[in-house]
Structures are given as structure tokens and as C-alpha cells.
């Protein structure tokens, strides 16, 4: 199968769900209204701090208390419970903790409150984050935190070797014999069958100076930077680079196989290193390891830029309430104390350089410099969909040695609840291919 064919195949399933989401956001309502008890609801809180937060609020405002709705920790379950509420108009829901790239969707299908921008400080904000929560000219949501990728190393193994931690993906790589060396996993991010395997795809695509949708998401942009940035992926589960139980990593997986020392290099985001500086037995690389911008095919590579953003219900009766926690919530004071406690990204550009804030963390400065190229991640679900099929072709890839290279097979995989997934998953037998192509629907060419 020629690589025009893939490329085709590609583009033409992006274009196809492009258009069946097209449409307009409906109005939230006229304005906020309503005061009293809300509820606060987003995904699992390690840190701590989301309490913290709520204690504060209900202690200052004893008639409009907050409750806390924890949500479970995969950001793809926090969807579906999040879409099953507000498809039905419950008004159970208040103050909407989601994923930035979650924010356009949930406008446009009429689930968001739009925000009065003049009640929030967001030219004192970072302008990228601010910016995933507008939609159609209008604020849906405003940066409780921001985030972009980081690249974890075992700064002890390289420091013995003489080695500088990598700056491109060749340059990791040829470090894998030291991992070898101290019977370790190579490199791992997050490859598991939700959210995070669309930004890990993202980041690689954008390393190879692509994108996979530009122009608000109404454009596909997939070409040759996808096939480098899939092939470096499928390669790395091929040829051991990423060990194999990786391909059920989420954050949390990673972050303990990383901290408990069974891994040389991580992707992952900002939280991890308060973790892994913890001082507890569990822990095998405190005061071990260091983090660096992440890696690229020829210099520096690119985040998928990442965070929480704080939105309200168009179906809460309380959205005068929840209106007023989302700003006690995302102020600069606020942001500092999170960060001190959790060491993510803050939405707040002073923090990157508070003196306080970098001797507790000290990886804020590198942070501050891989937001500089992170770009978020497609407002669509269309890129979710199309890389599931990803799924499928790292097994296949790590159990053939002998595969063909990535961009002459391609398989119909339907993992998806409801679209098909054209995607690259080479087997050494072209027979075994052609056979599972036959049993999908409707046709395989």
C-alpha cells in the first residue's frame, strides 16, 4: 500500500468527522443567577489541595457552602460522566473542573455558561491559557492551571556515564544501553486508551514540526509529520526503547514506575516532580533525578499545552454562586498556594519566576521555557478517534520484528463506540492483515 494511500486514508477520516461535528454553540442563558449551596465537581485530587480550596470558600461563605464531587482519575471516564450530566440538563452539576481541550465542545453544545470577561483579570493571565477557554468569540472558562509536558531523567545514571540529558529523540535513544546497563525501562509516556495517548501522539507530530488540525480545528494538517512522529512511537515499542507494559500507562502509572526507579526517562506533566522529590521509602529517585524541555526530531520538541480549566453549568440554579467561587478560585493567591503545594504550571506568568515558588521548585524555569512552543491540543474529538487505532499497532509492532515500515499497511480497527479508526498496524504477515481488513465493515482496500 503506497504512502499517498495512507496519507489519503488519513486526511480523508479526519475531514469526515471535521464535518459531522461542524455547528454553533447555543446561548448559556442570560447571564448568572441563583445563590446557595453548590457543588464542585472534577477529577481525582492526589495533592490535597482541592480541599483545601473548598474549606477556604465555605469558611468565608457559611450560606454557600461548596461540596466536592470527585470525578475518577482517566480524563476519558471524567468526560462521560461529565456529558451523561449535562445531556440530561441536571442541575446537579455547578462548577465544571475540565480538561482545556474539553471547554469548545461543551460550549458548543450548549452546556457552558458564558463568562462576563470583564469579571476576570485575564489580561494579567497567561494569553495561551486564557485562550483555551474561549470559543466563538466568547469566555466559556477560565485557567485554574495550565500545564505542558516535561522530559524526566535519571540525572544520577547520566551523570555517572558523562552524559547531558538529551535534547532530540535520536539523542535519547542512544542512551537507552545505559537503562540497558542498570536493567531499567528506556523511555515511556503515556500510551493508554484515553486522553493522554492523544497528547503523547500530539507532542510527537508537533516534534516533527506538524500539527493535526490547525485553524480552530476545522482544517487537517496530518502528512508526513504524523507518519515520523507514529513511526518514532511504534519503533520505540518494537525495539524495546519503551517497554511493553507502557501501552497501559496513564499519568499516575508512569509517574510510579518512574518514581519506584523502573524507568530512565518519562514524559509526563509538572505534578510529578514534588512527588518524586518526596522523601518516603517508596521512593527510589529522590535527590536522583533532573527535567529538561522535551525532546524533538532535530532540537527542542513541543507540549501539548495542558491544564484545568473552571467553567459553570448552563443547567445550575446556583450560577450566581458558582460564578463567584470560580473567581475566589482562580486568583493569583490562590495560584501560589496551589503550586506551592502542587508544582503545576501556573496560569499566572509572575509565578514562573517567584523566587519562593523556584527554590521549592526548581524545574518552574524549565517549565516556563517549554510553554513558550506548547500548543493545545485539537478542539475536536477527531484526533482521539484517530489515534485509538494505535492501540492496535503497538503490540502487533512489538510482537513482529520483522514488520514492514509503518506506512505501507493499513488496518479498519473499530475500538471506537462509534467511528471506525484508520490507522498504520503493520504485522509481518501481510496475510494476517488482509484477513482481519476482511472482517471489518464495510470494506478494507
Same mark, same amino acid.
Given at each position: 500500500?503506497?504512502?499517498?494511500?495512507?496519507?489519503?486514508?488519513?486526511?480523508?477520516?479526519?475531514?469526515?468527522?471535521?464535518?459531522?461535528?461542524?455547528?454553533?454553540?447555543?446561548?448559556?442563558?442570560?447571564?448568572?443567577?441563583?445563590?446557595?449551596?453548590?457543588?464542585?465537581?472534577?477529577?481525582?485530587?492526589?495533592?490535597?489541595?482541592?480541599?483545601?480550596?473548598?474549606?477556604?470558600?465555605?469558611?468565608?461563605?457559611?450560606?454557600?457552602?461548596?461540596?466536592?464531587?470527585?470525578?475518577?482519575?482517566?480524563?476519558?471516564?471524567?468526560?462521560?460522566?461529565?456529558?451523561?450530566?449535562?445531556?440530561?440538563?441536571?442541575?446537579?452539576?455547578?462548577?465544571?473542573?475540565?480538561?482545556?481541550?474539553?471547554?469548545?465542545?461543551?460550549?458548543?453544545?450548549?452546556?457552558?455558561?458564558?463568562?462576563?470577561?470583564?469579571?476576570?483579570?485575564?489580561?494579567?493571565?497567561?494569553?495561551?491559557?486564557?485562550?483555551?477557554?474561549?470559543?466563538?468569540?466568547?469566555?466559556?472558562?477560565?485557567?485554574?492551571?495550565?500545564?505542558?509536558?516535561?522530559?524526566?531523567?535519571?540525572?544520577?545514571?547520566?551523570?555517572? !556515564? %558523562?552524559? =547531558?540529558?538529551?535534547?532530540?529523540?535520536?539523542?535519547?535513544? $542512544? *542512551?537507552?544501553?545505559? @537503562?540497558? &546497563?542498570?536493567?531499567?525501562?528506556?523511555?515511556?509516556?503515556?500510551?493508554?486508551?484515553?486522553?493522554?495517548?492523544?497528547?503523547?501522539?500530539?507532542?510527537?507530530?508537533?516534534? !516533527? %514540526?506538524? =500539527?493535526?488540525?490547525?485553524?480552530?480545528?476545522?482544517?487537517? $494538517? *496530518?502528512?508526513?509529520? @504524523?507518519? &515520523?512522529?507514529?513511526?518514532?512511537?511504534?519503533?520505540?515499542?518494537?525495539?524495546?526503547?519503551?517497554?511493553?507494559?507502557?501501552?497501559?500507562?496513564?499519568?499516575?502509572?508512569?509517574?510510579?514506575?518512574?518514581?519506584?526507579?523502573?524507568?530512565?526517562?518519562?514524559?509526563?506533566?509538572?505534578?510529578?516532580?514534588?512527588?518524586?522529590?518526596?522523601?518516603?521509602?517508596?521512593?527510589?529517585?529522590?535527590?536522583?533525578?533532573?527535567?529538561?524541555?522535551?525532546?524533538?526530531?532535530?532540537?527542542?520538541?513541543?507540549?501539548?499545552?495542558?491544564?484545568?480549566?473552571?467553567?459553570?453549568?448552563?443547567?445550575?440554579?446556583?450560577?450566581?454562586?458558582?460564578?463567584?467561587?470560580?473567581?475566589?478560585?482562580?486568583?493569583?493567591?490562590?495560584?501560589?498556594?496551589?503550586?506551592?503545594?502542587?508544582?503545576?504550571?501556573?496560569?499566572?506568568?509572575?509565578?514562573?519566576?517567584?523566587?519562593?515558588?523556584?527554590?521549592?521548585?526548581?524545574?518552574?524555569?524549565?517549565?516556563?521555557?517549554?510553554?513558550?512552543?506548547?500548543?493545545?491540543?485539537?478542539?475536536?474529538?477527531?484526533?482521539?478517534?484517530?489515534?485509538?487505532?494505535?492501540?492496535?499497532?503497538?503490540?502487533?509492532?512489538?510482537?513482529?520484528?520483522?514488520?514492514?515500515?509503518?506506512?505501507?499497511?493499513?488496518?479498519?480497527?473499530?475500538?471506537?463506540?462509534?467511528?471506525?479508526?484508520?490507522?498504520?498496524?503493520?504485522?509481518?504477515?501481510?496475510?494476517?492483515?488482509?484477513?482481519?481488513?476482511?472482517?471489518?465493515?464495510?470494506?478494507?482496500?
Amino acid at each position: 500500500m503506497s504512502r499517498m494511500r495512507v496519507h489519503l486514508g488519513l486526511i480523508s477520516l479526519v475531514a469526515a468527522l471535521v464535518l459531522a461535528a461542524c455547528g454553533g454553540p447555543e446561548e448559556a442563558g442570560g447571564g448568572a443567577q441563583g445563590t446557595g449551596p453548590i457543588t464542585f465537581v472534577t477529577g481525582k485530587d492526589t495533592s490535597g489541595w482541592t480541599k483545601k480550596l473548598l474549606t477556604d470558600w465555605n469558611t468565608a461563605h457559611p450560606d454557600q457552602k461548596a461540596s466536592l464531587i470527585e470525578l475518577p482519575e482517566a480524563a476519558d471516564a471524567q468526560r462521560s460522566q461529565f456529558v451523561t450530566n449535562l445531556q440530561a440538563k441536571s442541575d446537579r452539576y455547578d462548577v465544571l473542573g475540565i480538561d482545556v481541550v474539553w471547554t469548545a465542545e461543551f460550549a458548543k453544545s450548549g452546556w457552558l455558561l458564558a463568562l462576563d470577561e470583564g469579571q476576570f483579570p485575564v489580561n494579567e493571565m497567561l494569553k495561551p491559557a486564557v485562550d483555551t477557554g474561549r470559543f466563538e468569540g466568547k469566555l466559556w472558562a477560565i485557567p485554574y492551571d495550565t500545564n505542558g509536558g516535561l522530559l524526566f531523567y535519571r540525572k544520577d545514571i547520566l551523570d555517572k !556515564a %558523562g552524559k =547531558e540529558p538529551p535534547k532530540t529523540f535520536d539523542e535519547m535513544t $542512544a *542512551l537507552c544501553s545505559l @537503562a540497558q &546497563q542498570n536493567n531499567i525501562g528506556c523511555y515511556s509516556g503515556q500510551f493508554a486508551k484515553y486522553e493522554g495517548l492523544t497528547v503523547n501522539f500530539a507532542e510527537a507530530v508537533q516534534a !516533527a %514540526g506538524g =500539527e493535526i488540525m490547525t485553524d480552530n480545528g476545522t482544517k487537517v $494538517a *496530518l502528512g508526513a509529520p @504524523a507518519i &515520523q512522529g507514529l513511526t518514532f512511537l511504534a519503533n520505540g515499542f518494537k525495539d524495546g526503547e519503551i517497554p511493553k507494559p507502557a501501552i497501559t500507562y496513564m499519568e499516575q502509572q508512569s509517574q510510579r514506575a518512574f518514581v519506584a526507579g523502573e524507568l530512565m526517562f518519562l514524559r509526563n506533566w509538572p505534578y510529578v516532580y514534588p512527588l518524586a522529590a518526596k522523601d518516603e521509602p517508596a521512593n527510589k529517585v529522590k535527590g536522583k533525578f533532573g527535567v529538561v524541555p522535551l525532546p524533538g526530531f532535530t532540537g527542542a520538541g513541543s507540549s501539548s499545552l495542558g491544564g484545568l480549566n473552571f467553567a459553570v453549568s448552563a443547567f445550575s440554579t446556583k450560577q450566581a454562586t458558582a460564578v463567584e467561587f470560580t473567581k475566589f478560585a482562580t486568583t493569583q493567591e490562590n495560584a501560589k498556594e496551589m503550586v506551592g503545594l502542587t508544582g503545576n504550571a501556573p496560569a499566572w506568568p509572575s509565578l514562573y519566576d517567584d523566587p519562593e515558588l523556584v527554590k521549592k521548585f526548581p524545574h518552574l524555569p524549565v517549565l516556563k521555557e517549554g510553554m513558550q512552543t506548547a500548543k493545545p491540543r485539537p478542539v475536536t474529538r477527531a484526533s482521539l478517534a484517530l489515534f485509538e487505532g494505535l492501540i492496535g499497532a503497538t503490540p502487533l509492532l512489538a510482537a513482529h520484528e520483522e514488520a514492514p515500515h509503518i506506512e505501507d499497511c493499513v488496518i479498519l480497527t473499530w475500538e471506537h463506540p462509534v467511528l471506525p479508526v484508520i490507522l498504520e498496524a503493520c504485522t509481518s504477515d501481510r496475510h494476517e492483515l488482509r484477513s482481519r481488513c476482511a472482517g471489518a465493515r464495510p470494506s478494507c482496500g
